[in-house]
């Protein structure tokens, strides 16, 4: 087997997100921004600061990409077998059903993952960038990594606007802040998509719904029969289920309480 077969494209992307983040901060770092003046005046407080937050956000990268998203277990244990018949015996209208590709029994708002072969609960999406899903065990932490992201791009976009210097002619400006531009330009885009996701998902954390289930709510059997969202709770009850798992319980419980409340008739 080829040494190259055994780089699988998780370690790929990875390795160029890695690679990609410290060389815009060498950039940073090597042309005279005002990251290089602090420096050469002996004041370290915010370089090191810079530094903590390019290597904080590169660790909730890697901590995202490579953790469980939260797959449902092919095999499941006695434990989950018993959780899934009292699922079960909620209500006979949820829609549960198999996954048709690994043949487990789906608890609501788990989906299939074509890329990585396996149902995750509560998915959102696959991220290419991470090479991973967004599910329910990582997204808070997904999208604790975007605040602390755009954090970072925002203050490196603005340092490498302060090393600019346009007064030159273009030939002497071309070799001393050629590269200095393109990292601008390149943090001006990730900038934009980090802010719209961002933005996207806290949206969508307010109204506890996900990104597959905005997109794809009218071919999702348990959101497709009614006309509202059935798991927003209001703004603070979904914040508090979403980082810190309050109130605890299972979606199917509060997707038939919900069906329950809205089929009764009114007083």
């Given at each position: ?81 018993i959780k899934e018949e009292q ?92 590269l200095l531009f393109a990292t ?62 309050w109130p605890s319980g299972s ?17």
């Amino acid at each position: 087997m080829a040494p190259w077969a055994l780089l699988s494209p998780g370690i790929l992307v990875r390795t160029r997100h890695t690679v990609l983040t410290w060389g815009i901060t060498l950039v940073l770092f090597l042309h005279d921004t005002e990251l290089r003046q602090w420096e050469e005046q002996g004041e370290l407080l915010l370089p090191l600061t810079f530094l903590l937050l390019v290597l904080g956000s590169l660790l909730l990268y890697l901590a995202v990409s490579l953790m469980d998203p939260g797959y449902v277990n092919v095999q499941p244990q006695p434990q989950e077998e018993i959780k899934e018949e009292q699922t079960a015996m909620v209500s006979p209208a949820i829609p549960l059903r198999r996954c048709r590709y690994c043949l487990v029994l789906q608890p609501l708002r788990a989906r299939h993952c074509r890329e990585c072969r396996r149902c995750v609960r509560r998915y959102d999406h696959h991220c290419p960038w991470m090479e991973n899903c967004v599910g329910e065990r990582n997204h808070p932490l997904f999208v604790v990594y975007l605040v602390l992201q755009l954090l970072v791009l925002l203050w490196g976009l603005y340092l490498a606007w302060s090393g600019l210097r346009f007064f030159q002619p273009w030939g002497l400006w071309l070799r001393s802040s050629g590269l200095l531009f393109a990292t601008f330009l390149l943090l001006s885009l990730f900038s934009l998509v980090a802010s719209l996701l961002l933005a996207s998902h806290l949206y969508l954390v307010a109204s506890n719904t996900t990104t597959w289930e905005f997109m794809s709510s009218h071919r999702i059997t348990y959101l497709r029969q009614r006309p509202d969202n059935p798991f927003d709770q209001g703004l603070t009850r979904n914040l508090a289920h979403f980082f810190c798992g309050w109130p605890s319980g299972s979606w199917e419980t509060l997707w038939a309480e919900e069906e329950e409340e809205g089929s009764s008739p009114a007083v």
